[in-house]
């Protein structure tokens, strides 16, 4: 069994076609999608978190708000940039949608991608500390955010304050047990998968990652999930961790669906510079299902993950992306042992 949600970007546009036409499309429509997805019996609904961009960027009221619309569906996201959070008040956040949610919220974070506008942290307010880059300043953000989620008392009471304290260092409010063992780095690199592994947080592994080998992108993937999990198993953990992949995959079943993805696209992988670092980008899929089945058996990360993100293309609108997950489910993942 492989655990099967999709990942929004929530891209709005005013655009010639678009269903998808403001920002209150896009969050509201997310929440719809979620909705329908529990009822297909997808796992999750998680979210991209982009600022300065015409997409999903607040995670947390989205969040509280398909928690409170869903009973059983996975809700998270995929990624977090932890260069522009303030990892105190996202304890706080994180905490109460997870427990509206009752325990389900799936926290990805990570050092983030370039962004619309050069340093966009620095107009939240942030920097990175003197010797320090910006890697560093996101990296060390999820450390502390790491331990606040632990729940241990730190900040020393009021003598007289305004309501009676419990015992003790106080803790930031609300606590949500268990979180923090549902947070997940999402990493581009085998050395910062190993360091997610040390720290005993779950994997998210994109369809982008930096080109260490020249090998195909799956199999770049596979090897740095099998790195992750020996560094998981070094460091000694307890539990068992996650590792999510996400696809843009396609079953064809209607001539809507090649209309709009039956002309092949990126049906190999791409290479490119992000960052100044080389960076490998895994191809798209979509075929008929059964040659779906055939394709993705082949692709040797998906084998090693557990959980399976669908990228959808969130501006066709809802009913469209209902399709486009239905079809995963029903028609290709049954053949390959996921359902």
Request: without cysteine; hydrophobic residues 40%.
């Amino acid at each position: 069994m492989k655990k099967i949600g999709f990942l929004s970007f929530g891209h709005w546009s005013p655009a010639p076609g678009s269903q998808t036409r403001t920002a209150g499309d896009a969050l509201l429509q997310s929440i719809d999608l979620a909705v329908a997805a529990e009822e297909l019996g997808a796992d999750g609904a998680y979210f991209r978190v982009h600022h300065f961009a015409r997409q999903l960027a607040s995670p947390f009221p989205l969040l509280a708000a398909v928690g409170a619309r869903t009973k059983r569906i996975e809700t998270g996201t995929a990624v977090i940039d932890m260069r522009y959070e303030n990892p105190f008040y996202m304890a706080e956040d994180a905490g109460a949608a997870d427990l509206i949610a009752g325990g389900r919220l799936q926290l990805g974070l990570s050092r983030g991608s370039p962004e619309q506008v050069i340093d966009g942290w620095r107009y939240f307010g942030y920097r990175p500390a003197e010797g320090k880059t910006e890697s560093d300043m996101a990296r060390e953000r999820t450390q502390t955010l790491l331990k606040l989620l632990e729940g241990q008392g730190f900040a020393e009471p009021n003598p007289q304050p305004m309501f009676p304290n419990p015992p003790g260092l106080l803790r930031l409010e609300p606590h949500s047990e268990g979180l923090r063992d549902r947070i997940w780095w999402g990493a581009a690199s085998d050395s910062t998968a190993v360091w997610a592994a040390v720290l005993g947080m779950n994997l998210q592994s994109s369809t982008l990652k930096t080109d260490e080998s020249g090998e195909p992108f799956h199999v770049q993937q596979a090897r740095q999930i099998r790195a992750y999990r020996d560094a998981w198993k070094e460091a000694g953990h307890t539990r068992t961790p996650r590792v999510s992949v996400s696809r843009s995959i396609f079953a064809l079943t209607s001539d809507e669906d090649r209309a709009y993805f039956g002309r092949g696209g990126d049906a190999r992988d791409q290479v490119g510079v992000i960052d100044r670092t080389r960076s490998i980008f895994g191809r798209n899929y979509a075929a008929e299902p059964d040659e779906l089945v055939r394709l993705l058996a082949e692709d040797e990360a998906i084998a090693e993950a557990d959980t399976l993100l669908l990228t959808v293309p969130n501006q066709l609108g809802v009913d469209y992306n209902v399709h486009v997950i239905e079809n995963i489910l029903k028609h290709v993942a049954p053949g390959l042992g996921w359902r």
